[in-house]
């Protein structure tokens, strides 16, 4: 019983780093950059102490992480506006456009299938993942590493 969904899970969990490969060789960085480019277009600008917290990394490594990013044109650091002892990292807009470019037919595949989904199985899908997301949370804390 519910073999063929562990499968499918399988299968999404696996084509994930395809693409996350796919995407990263793309713009010319690693995973791990690539997973701070992408909470920096969907949550804006961070400092590196978010951006830390957000890949459950050490300040330092996300200090590498940033520095990386800049070196390849992807992000730059901006004083943050009202607190002069913070920076802000903030994504080029030509990389964001770049970015969403690679990931358009996925993102706009998925938005399709959402939308074909009636109320009442969207509310179904929405706890599944739910479930799923806070699973994957709960293990990444227990292995705790950088």
């Known amino acids: 019983m519910g073999e063929a969904v562990m499968e499918r899970l399988q299968e999404v969990g696996v084509l994930t780093r395809v693409i996350e490969q796919r995407v990263s060789g793309a713009l010319r960085i690693n995973a791990r950059d690539l997973a701070?480019?992408?909470?920096?277009?969907?949550?804006?600008?961070?400092?590196?102490?978010?951006?830390a917290d957000r890949l459950r990394v050490s300040t330092a490594?996300?200090?590498?992480?940033?520095?990386?990013?800049?070196?390849?044109?992807?992000?730059?650091?901006?004083?943050?506006a009202s607190d002069r002892r913070k920076v802000l990292v903030e994504p080029v807009a030509e990389s964001m456009t770049r970015m969403f470019g690679l990931l358009h037919p996925l993102l706009s595949g998925v938005a399709e299938l959402v939308a074909a989904l009636s109320p009442g199985d969207?509310?179904?899908?929405?706890?599944?993942?739910?479930?799923?997301?806070?699973?994957?949370?709960?293990?990444?804390?227990?292995?705790?590493?950088?």
């Open 36 to 51: 701070a480019m992408e909470h920096l277009v969907t949550e804006g600008p961070l400092t590196a102490k978010d951006l």
């Open 61 to 80: 490594a996300s200090t590498h992480i940033v520095d990386r990013l800049e070196k390849a044109g992807h992000v730059v650091r901006r004083p943050h």
């Open 122 to 146: 969207r509310d179904v899908v929405e706890d599944f993942l739910t479930g799923v997301v806070q699973i994957y949370t709960d293990s990444a804390d227990s292995l705790n590493q950088d």
